[in-house]
C-alpha cells in the first residue's frame, strides 16, 4: 500500500531533489502535487547534470511512472522544453502523466506575476516571476485554464478571450505593460496541445486503483513547510499547499493512503527571497555556508540567505507535516566551521517560543536563543554509516532528531547519491538495501 510522501521542512532547497533521486527506485509512481517550474533540481544522468523544473525525477527510471498531479501548475512551454532535453539526453519521456485538472501557467500570468513584483517595489515578495502566483490566483477565482481544456479548441478559446478581457485591463490601466492578443496566446497554446494531449491522465483514479494494487506512490513536494500558503510566512509564500496534506489534494488520494511522511532538511538553514528569517547570518559564517554549500538557486540562480539550523522551525515542521522520518542533508558543509549553533527557541517581548509563533509580528522580531556544539573540521564526505562519523558529527544529529522529536533515517554528506548514510531507512535497490524487502 505505501503511500509515502517527501517534503521540505525550512523554505526549499533542503536537497529534496537528491533524496528523491536515491528513493524513488523503490517506487512504481513519483508524483509532484503542488508548485510549478518554480521548484528545479539537478538530477545526474551518466556524467551529465540536467535541470529540472518541472518533471518529477522519477523519469530517471524506466521502472516509474512520474505524474504530474492536479495541484500543479504547467507551463507547457517548460513541459515540452524539459521533455525535449531529456529525450535529446537519451531519457524517454513516454511514460509522463499530467493530470488534466492541472492548470496551466499563461503568458499573461508570467507577465502579471513580474508587474505586480515590480510594483510592490521593497516590499517585493520575491518570486521566482515563473507566472505561479497569479496561476494559482485564477484558480481560485474560477478563470483558470486547465490541462484538459487543450482537447477542446473552442472551449479553450471562448476561456482565454474572457480572461484576456480582464487581464489586459490590469496589464494596459493598472501596470501600463503591453496587452496579449488573445487569438496570438490560444495560436501559440493550442501548437502545444499535440505534445501535451497523449500525457494527460486523471490522476486520482489512477493512483488509488495503484495503491489499492500494492503499488509504491512517492508524493515528492517542492519549495518547502514555511513557503506553504496556509502554514507559511504569510505572505513571503508560495501560492500552493507544500506541506504534506497537500499530496492528498494535489493529487486525488485520501489521506489514509499515506503512511510515511519523510522531512528533508538542511543541517543548516537557506532562503531565497523576501520575509523573516530569525537564524540569518549575515556574517562571514554565513557567507563561508554559501560558498561551501554552493547556495544557488537552480531556478533563479539567485544567492540563498544562509543560516543557522532552526529546531523551532523543525518542530513546527514535524507537527505540520506529521514527519515520521528525518533526512539530514549537507552536513558535510558544517565541516568548515569550528563551532556550531542551533537555535533551540525564540524570545520577543519577554515571551520564550519553542515552536513558530502564531503572530507574523512575533517571528519577525524573533530572537534566536542558541546551543553551541563543538564543529568536527574533518572531511566527512567518506562517511557511509552512522558510527564513521566524528563523535561530534553524532552528536549534532542526535541532538536535532532529540528537538525534533522524529528520527534521522537518512544523512546526506556529500552531493553523489552514494554519499548517504542509510539509517533505519532500507531500500529494495538503494545503498543500504534489503535486498528483496522492502524496508520502509
Ligand atoms: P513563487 O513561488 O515564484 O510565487 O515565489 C514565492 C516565494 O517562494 C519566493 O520567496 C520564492 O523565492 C520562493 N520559492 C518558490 N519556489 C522555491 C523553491 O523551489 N525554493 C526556494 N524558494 C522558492
Not at 95 to 124: C, F, Q, T
Not at 193 to 211: C, D, F, K, V
Not at 307 to 327: F, P, Q, S
Request: aromatic share 8%.
Amino acid at each position: 500500500m505505501p503511500g509515502i510522501v517527501l517534503v521540505g521542512t525550512q523554505w526549499g532547497d533542503e536537497g529534496k531533489g537528491k533524496v528523491t533521486d536515491l528513493i524513488a527506485r523503490d517506487f512504481d509512481y513519483v508524483v509532484r502535487f503542488q508548485g510549478g517550474n518554480n521548484a528545479g533540481h539537478t538530477v545526474i544522468h551518466g556524467d551529465r547534470r540536467l535541470a529540472l523544473h518541472l518533471i518529477p525525477s522519477g523519469i530517471m527510471y524506466p521502472s516509474i511512472t512520474p505524474l504530474i498531479g492536479n495541484g500543479c501548475v504547467i507551463d507547457p512551454r517548460v513541459l515540452i522544453e524539459e521533455m525535449d532535453m531529456l529525450e535529446k539526453d537519451g531519457l524517454s519521456t513516454e511514460r509522463l502523466l499530467v493530470s488534466g485538472n492541472a492548470h496551466l501557467i499563461m503568458p499573461y500570468h508570467r507577465a502579471l506575476d513580474a508587474e505586480s513584483e515590480r510594483r510592490l517595489g521593497s516590499n517585493e515578495i520575491g518570486t521566482t516571476k515563473r507566472g505561479i502566483g497569479p496561476a494559482y490566483q485564477d484558480k481560485a477565482a474560477r478563470s483558470g485554464i486547465r490541462v484538459q481544456d487543450l482537447l477542446d479548441e473552442h472551449i479553450f478559446r471562448l476561456k482565454v478571450r474572457t480572461a484576456l478581457v480582464e487581464k489586459n485591463d490590469l496589464l494596459v490601466k493598472l501596470y501600463g505593460a503591453q496587452p496579449f492578443d488573445a487569438d496570438a496566446v490560444c495560436d501559440e497554446y493550442l501548437s502545444y496541445a499535440p505534445r501535451i494531449i497523449p500525457h494527460i491522465t486523471e490522476s486520482g483514479q489512477l493512483l488509488n486503483e495503484a495503491l489499492r494494487l500494492g503499488q509504491w506512490v512517492l508524493f515528492e513536494g517542492a519549495q518547502g513547510t514555511l513557503l506553504d500558503i496556509d502554514h507559511g510566512t504569510y505572505p513571503f509564500v508560495t501560492s500552493s499547499s507544500c506541506t504534506a496534506g497537500g499530496a492528498a489534494i494535489g493529487s486525488g488520494v485520501g489521506p489514509t493512503t499515506i503512511s510515511k511522511v519523510l522531512g528533508i532538511a538542511k543541517a543548516y538553514i537557506t532562503r531565497v527571497g523576501s520575509g523573516p528569517f530569525p537564524t540569518e547570518l549575515s556574517d562571514e559564517t554565513g557567507a563561508l555556508l554559501g560558498d561551501v554549500g554552493a547556495e544557488f538557486g537552480v531556478t533563479t540562480g539567485r544567492a540563498r540567505r544562509c543560516g543557522w539550523y532552526d529546531a523551532v522551525i523543525m518542530r513546527y515542521a514535524a507537527e505540520v507535516n506529521g514527519l515520521t522520518d528525518l533526512c539530514i542533508t549537507k552536513l558535510d558543509v558544517l565541516s568548515c566551521l569550528d563551532t556550531i549553533k542551533i537555535c533551540v527557541a525564540y524570545e520577543h517581548d519577554g515571551r520564550r517560543y519553542t515552536t513558530v509563533p502564531g503572530s507574523q509580528t512575533a517571528f519577525h522580531y524573533a530572537q534566536p536563543v542558541y546551543e553551541e556544539m563543538p564543529g568536527w573540521r574533518t572531511d566527512i564526505t567518506g562517511c557511509r554509516s552512522f558510527e564513521e562519523l566524528p563523535r561530534q558529527a553524532q552528536d549534532y544529529i542526535a541532538r536535532i532528531e532529540e528537538l525534533a522529536g522524529v528520527p534521522a533515517s537518512l544523512i546526506a554528506v556529500g552531493p553523489d547519491r552514494s554519499q548517504t548514510i542509510m539509517r533505519g531507512w532500507s531500500t529494495r535497490q538503494g545503498e543500504g538495501a534489503v535486498q528483496g524487502e522492502r524496508g520502509l
